[in-house]
């Protein structure tokens, strides 16, 4: 099968289309025909290799045909043995290793149903990205209905996605982005939108209950100028980098001002939550542009560039497997 392999650090020419062998499922698994997968700024992680530690799962020093990608929509091709709940030919999104391929093993803890008003593509910008998303505002942020909530990178894949699913909780929301992607931001649901190229949102008289914060680009101390007497600040930024992220970390245990930093947890109940959201209309992907998997560098520069508008999607070009 073809996949998109990584065999060095530091440019998207790293990533090369190769024929590789197709993975084979154990008894507890489905292998899926990938239709689609995006791109997430993790990917740059892996690309960069940095953090550092990064190295230590994908290669050390140097990355060896490894697979990057994690957003999977697809059909499924073969169900292990013990596997019951889900057939061939039955359409699903999550999330799983080595997804720039034409051929996933997955894990039924990570996947759930395609939401059936999506194509593979919109379905495929879904998993990392919403999913982070939500858990940071439910989980991170518990947030609730009425509260005034600032969503930072609100023109990004995640940012994209916390504005339509903090409306969904009832909350006033406000997103910060660039110039050129105010009308985007404001098309998807958001109250308010602040370019933060015009106007510093943190010298402002605006209050904020929560602040989703996906840029990592304004100091803590700034941005607790604008928040309520009880009001948070939800750390959720690679693009600041390890001072930003030891920051986080350090501050949490000392303020109820600063939320806890953490992972998303990819798991089936929650892509479930998302389904009904999309089903429903709540909530829709945007895609900003498709590449086929031979272009996967030119998405990765993309990303990097900070161009996109919500998500950038990788298509394999076929739905047969
Ligand atoms: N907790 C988790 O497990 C988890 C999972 C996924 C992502 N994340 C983090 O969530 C953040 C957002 O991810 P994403 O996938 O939405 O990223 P993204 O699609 O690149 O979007 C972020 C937005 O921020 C702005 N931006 C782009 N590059 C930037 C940079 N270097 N510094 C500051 N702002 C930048 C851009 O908007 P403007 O042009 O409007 O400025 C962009 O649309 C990232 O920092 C990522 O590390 C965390």
């Not at 992220?245 to 939550?273: E, Q, R, S, Y």
Request: hydrophobic share 40%.
């Amino acid at each position: 099968m073809k996949a998109i392999v990584q065999n060095d650090y530091g440019s998207p020419d790293a990533l090369k289309v190769k024929e590789v062998r197709k993975p084979r499922i154990k008894e507890n698994e489905v292998l899926v025909k990938v239709i689609a997968s995006s791109v997430n700024a993790g990917d740059l992680f892996s690309l960069n290799g940095t953090p550092f530690m990064v190295r230590f799962s994908v290669g050390f020093p140097k990355p060896k045909d490894f697979i990057p990608g994690w957003d999977v929509a697809g059909k499924i091709v073969e169900v292990g043995r013990n596997i019951t709940e889900i057939k061939v030919g039955d359409e699903i999104f999550g999330s799983t290793e080595s997804a720039f391929a034409e051929y996933v093993v997955m894990d039924m803890e990570k996947l759930a149903r395609k939401p059936s008003n999506l194509s593979f593509e919109e379905a495929a910008a879904v998993p990392t990205a919403a999913i982070t998303a939500l858990q940071r505002l439910r989980d991170g942020g518990n947030i609730k209905k009425g509260q005034k909530v600032l969503i930072t990178g609100a023109s990004g894949g995640v940012g994209s996605f916390a504005v339509q699913i903090a409306k969904t909780f009832g909350a006033e929301v406000t997103g910060l982005c660039s110039t050129g992607k105010v009308e985007m931001v404001r098309s998807i649901g958001a109250d308010h939108v602040i370019d933060y190229q015009k106007d510093d949102f943190t010298r402002s008289d605006l209050r904020f209950d929560l602040i989703l914060d996906n840029t990592g680009n304004r100091s803590f101390s700034d941005m607790k100028r604008v928040l309520t007497s009880d009001g948070m600040i939800i750390p959720n930024s690679g693009h600041g980098g390890m001072s930003y992220v030891i920051k986080a970390f350090a501050l949490a245990p000392f303020t109820k001002k600063i939320g806890v930093m953490k992972i998303a947890n990819l798991n089936n109940k929650d892509f479930n939550i998302l389904r009904v959201m999309m089903e429903s209309g709540d909530i829709k992907p945007v895609v900003d542009k498709i590449f086929p998997l031979q272009e996967t560098p030119d998405a990765i520069k993309y990303l990097e560039d900070g161009l996109a508008r919500g998500k950038i999607v990788i298509s394999m070009g076929s739905e047969e497997s």
